[in-house]
């Protein structure tokens, strides 16, 4: 799996609509992010997390927290819990010499009846609604959420 593009919108520190290219380079195959304390380094990690494994992810400010709460409490603080936020992961995998290219838009935002989260997958630009509904299964095939802190990992 090779990650292209991540796009937050009102997720912790990023507010509005941040993207970031991470498709590696001919010779360049590592992709880094550095800045000073407190520039949202781990955050954009969280969000590689909580994009894939939502419920099960393993992020850095969580703790106890329920589910829930969590995902109310990384909503941008400017921005309107109704509108909510959203972390959009596109990437690409090989299967039998044809690259796949896919992308998973993980959402939630805040209404009268508590938090509601929404997952769309789609491949190749179309949704993809077997992929959408069999997630975690499918993820945990070839990243299981046990080993993701080996891919993605805060080197401070």
Same mark, same amino acid.
């Given at each position: 799996m090779i990650l292209d593009r991540i796009i937050l919108e009102? =997720?912790?520190a990023y507010a #509005? /609509?941040?993207? %970031?290219?991470?498709?590696p380079e001919p010779g360049k195959p590592v992709i880094l992010f550095g800045g000073m304390n407190?520039?949202?380094?781990?955050? =954009?990690?969280?969000?590689?997390?909580? #994009? =894939? @494994?939502? /419920? /099960? +992810?393993?992020?850095?400010?969580? #703790?106890?927290?329920a589910y829930n709460d969590y995902l109310a409490e990384c909503i941008h603080r400017e921005a +309107?819990?109704? /509108?909510? +936020?959203s972390i959009t992961i596109e990437y690409h995998r090989m299967s039998e010499g044809r690259a796949t290219r896919y992308s998973l838009k993980r959402s939630w935002r805040c209404g009268p009846k508590g938090v509601r989260e929404t997952l769309q997958v789609s491949r190749d630009g179309k949704p993809d609604e077997f992929l959408t509904?069999?997630?975690?299964?499918?993820?945990? %095939? @070839?990243?299981?959420? #046990?080993i993701a802190h080996l891919f993605f990992f805060d080197g401070e």
């Open positions: 009102n =997720f912790g #509005g /609509r941040q993207e %970031a290219v991470l498709t407190g520039g949202g380094k781990t955050t =954009f990690l969280d969000a590689i997390q909580l #994009g =894939f @494994y939502g /419920r /099960r +992810s393993k992020t850095s400010n969580r #703790g106890n927290m +309107s819990p109704g /509108r909510g +936020s509904d069999h997630w975690d299964e499918t993820l945990e %095939a @070839y990243l299981p959420v #046990g």
